[in-house]
């Protein structure tokens, strides 16, 4: 299933600071650098598969870079990332399971919804929707009528 976010009027307001805890050091989403893009990739190849370490990779391709990330003090939280897929889609992101439930998930997918807008897009397509009720909540998608398997159709799997 995808689903459809509207990015107008205004798409969510600007990405959120994140803290894990009260006293912790707050998180803002933000883009990486060169020099981290592999181990970006690496990360989220270790944690989501190799399927979505390829969109990584794509939008870490992208100029300007469609890939946002959040770290810790010495690690990788999550990354969110759009047109990797396919132009005007938003995905995939991930959140490191001991970071999950907390709000960073939310500042991610806000934060490209708002590149997004400021490219030009009216909406953000979701593919192949895992979680629906997260973008409901966070940012109001609704589902796409007949859209599994999308654009999924004829994907190679290993």
Partial sequence: MDLLIKLYPAPTGDAPAWRAAPGA????PRKPIGPEHTIVVRWVAERFG??????????????PVSLWLATGPTELLGFACFDATARGFFGPIGVAEA??????GAALLRACLNDMRAA?????????????????????????PDSTPGLYADQLMR
């Fill in 99 to 104: 970071a999950r439930g907390q709000g960073l």
């Fill in 120 to 144: 030009g897009y009216g909406y953000a397509i979701v593919g192949h929707v895992g979680e629906p009720e997260f973008f409901r909540r966070i940012a109001g998608a609704i589902e796409i």
């Fill in 25 to 28: 050091p707050t998180v803002l």
């Fill in 50 to 63: 190799i399927g979505w370490a390829s969109e990584a990779q794509v939008a870490l391709s992208n100029r």
